[in-house]
């Protein structure tokens, strides 16, 4: 799991000291972790796509995609912030 908290506040500072350098580090890793979280969205659809093509969701196979959905939103809601500064610094 992301800690978005601590990713949010180290662009934050970054951003203070026109830092683009650590902020395309940081964007760097939240791709590659992008990039692990699509492989598992692969392969937990390919192994649980019938349990989900049920009526239910309620269960515990939909908790969990549920979960990864939202942790998925966070890191790309994280990548746009650091796109955003490393856009505003590189016009400058």
Do not use: P
Request: proline share 0%; aromatic share 14%; charged share 30%.
């Amino acid at each position: 799991m992301i800690n978005k908290k601590l990713y949010l506040q180290q662009i934050s500072t970054f951003s203070i000291y026109n830092d683009i350098k650590s902020i395309e580090n940081i964007r760097s890793e939240l791709l590659i972790e992008r990039r692990k979280m699509d492989r598992w969205f692969d392969k937990y659809l390919d192994m649980f796509s019938k349990e989900m093509g049920t009526d239910k969701s309620d269960t515990n196979v939909w908790k969990l995609y549920n979960n990864k959905c939202n942790e998925y939103g966070e890191l790309n809601g994280i990548v746009k912030t650091a796109d955003f500064y490393i856009k505003k610094f590189s016009n400058i």
